[in-house]
């Protein structure tokens, strides 16, 4: 199984909006709706911050929100603060295996 | 409040089988219907789901890994487990309890600090 595809790395200044793609197939972000979002901070444990394409957990800032078009998921970080300056990782529930994969995360760099 | 805690040995021979253990606290895995699992993170990479098991049994394990993966509960101690044989360096990674009180493939919502697992001779 292929992981999803993600940019290495995107950035923006305060304020700003910036959107991360996690690119898959038809057997995984086109064919369902599970596809959630994770931030990371280097040395502590990821943390949930979208599921089922564009639902936030309780307690995630309404700055944070997902979509999906095709077989392409999107994250969108509005209001851009040095906070988000993380690392973020997509995941898809893919069915070819009936199991869940990962993209390769992107580097957010708040400039 | 949902806690996880990983335990096990910070250094594998390669060949050898690595053994974790994830401890729970706050909710009986019994009682629930939430599925818990493992997910890994070698150094300087990405994510890998490993697998994760429902409290009656059911298991899902990343198929590049199933031949070599077991994980089971055991409800008694309230406690998670994860062996993963014949080990290579490529296994070395920070390894992370994990549970999904949503649906199985919605999301992960609760982890632990995760345990970081070197392979060496």
């Known amino acids: 199984q292929s992981a999803l595809t993600q940019p290495a790395s995107v950035s923006g200044s305060p304020g700003q909006s910036i959107t991360i793609s996690c690119t898959g197939t038809s057997s995984d972000i086109g064919g369902y709706n599970y596809v959630s979002w994770y931030q990371h901070y280097t040395g502590k444990a990821p943390k949930l911050m979208i599921y089922d394409v564009n639902y936030r957990p309780s307690g995630v800032s309404n700055r944070f929100s997902g979509s999906k078009s095709g077989n392409t998921a999107s994250l969108t970080i509005s209001g851009l603060q040095t906070e988000d300056e993380a690392d973020y990782y997509c995941?898809?529930?893919?069915?070819?295996?009936?199991?869940?994969?990962f993209g390769g995360g992107t580097k957010v760099t708040v400039l | 409040q949902l806690q996880l805690q990983e335990s096990g040995p910070g250094l594998v021979k390669p060949s050898d089988t690595l053994s974790l253990t994830c401890t729970v606290s706050g909710y009986s895995i019994s009682s629930s219907s939430y599925y818990w699992g493992w997910i890994r993170q070698p150094p300087g990479k990405g994510l890998e789901w490993i697998g994760s098991?429902?409290?009656?049994?059911?298991?899902y394990y990343n198929p590049s890994l199933k031949s070599r993966v077991t994980i089971s509960v055991d409800t008694s101690g309230n406690q998670l487990s994860l062996k993963l044989s014949s080990v290579t360096a490529a296994d070395a990674a920070v390894y992370y309890c994990?549970?999904?009180?949503?649906?199985?493939?919605?999301?992960?919502?609760?982890w632990g600090q995760g345990t970081l697992v070197s392979v060496s001779a």
């Open positions: 098991i429902y409290y009656s049994g059911s298991t």
């Open positions: 994990v549970t999904t009180t949503i649906h199985l493939w919605s999301g992960i919502d609760y």
């Open positions: 995941s898809s529930y893919t069915g070819s295996s009936t199991s869940v994969i």
